[in-house]
């Protein structure tokens, strides 16, 4: 749904101006506002606030009158008991030896991910296209075409393939993308194959946002939720999501500027990281597919296994 949301917003975006785009995107969140009204307080906060009757009733609302909620309810019964007999780990815990796995492969990924160029590229394809002298509106309704599909592929291969697989594909595509994204500009300053090189950055541009979507923009949120003790996924999630929207935060903010120092090197250092993630994905992250949350524990931290 992000994804779509996004390829929606591409569209709209070639036939309006920035202004009026942006008033566009405030409608939904002025709805999901209005729709906070609606959705119940979660079940498993009303558990461990001892409020059971609520908790139960809110399982009834979200499951269906008729439905049977009794072996759901003892699980979360059971979850809240766990909870209550660890104590509930803060931020500055995640930094112990034994959530040393764990912290570097969730931060890492986060950081990789945006580090790679990804919002950078989102937020100013069609000032990127431009530069390359190919057509925006073309490359990003492209873009938009192409990143539903391949974020649909993914969420199908992901219970299938796995997570390492999907995420090293995505990492090369990544890659490969930037690099020809990069040679493309490379050839403009050297005024080589000036007719080849528009194109040439348009399929970068589109692997990249391709490659991306199958596997990189989703898979490292996923993985963060499984490789954490149930007591520090609170505090892990905050961690990670600061890493996550920081980077993103300094990559976009520093973006014109290395483009207006060098095109061709900005796209070749993204795709230098890139290929830094394959070296990381391969080596640090573990495959998640088909493991309970205690064996993937077992096997990240086994001092508190």
Not at 96 to 122: D, E, H, W
Not at 147 to 175: E, F, H, N, Y
Not at 237 to 257: E, K, R
Not at 290 to 304: D, F, S
């Amino acid at each position: 749904m992000l994804s779509f949301g996004s390829a929606l917003i591409y569209f709209i975006g070639t036939v309006v101006n920035w202004r009026i785009l942006a008033l566009i995107g405030a409608g939904p969140c002025v709805l999901q506002l209005f729709g906070l009204s609606f959705i119940p307080e979660s079940p498993r906060l009303l558990a461990k606030l001892g409020r059971e009757r609520e908790y139960e009733a809110v399982l009834l609302y979200l499951r269906g009158k008729n439905a049977d909620i009794s072996e759901e309810a003892t699980e979360i019964k059971e979850y809240t008991l766990t909870l209550q007999q660890i104590s509930e780990g803060r931020i500055l815990d995640l930094f112990q030896k034994t959530y040393t796995r764990s912290l570097l492969v969730g931060v890492g990924l986060m950081a990789l991910q945006q580090f790679g160029g990804s919002n950078a590229i989102a937020f100013y394809a069609s000032s990127i296209f431009e530069s390359a002298g190919f057509p925006a509106n073309i490359g990003t309704i492209t873009m938009a075409v192409v990143q539903v599909p391949m974020t649909i592929v993914g969420v199908l291969l992901m219970d299938k393939s796995g997570r390492r697989p999907l995420l090293l594909i995505s990492a090369i595509g990544t890659c490969l993308g930037c690099f020809l994204a990069g040679l493309s500009f490379l050839l403009e300053d050297f005024r080589q194959w000036t007719q080849v090189a528009p194109t040439l950055a348009f399929v970068g541009i589109v692997v990249y946002n391709a490659s991306f979507g199958l596997g990189l923009a989703g898979i490292p949120w996923l993985i963060m939720s499984e490789i954490f003790p149930i007591n520090m996924k609170g505090s892990a999630g905050s961690l990670v999501s600061l890493v996550n929207w920081f980077a993103s935060w300094i990559v976009t903010y520093v973006f014109n500027f290395l483009m207006e120092l060098s095109t061709a090197g900005t796209f070749f250092i993204f795709s230098a990281i890139a290929g830094l993630t394959i070296l990381f994905v391969a080596k640090l992250v573990p495959e998640t597919k088909g493991r309970t949350l205690e064996e993937i524990q077992a096997a990240m931290n086994p001092l508190t296994a």
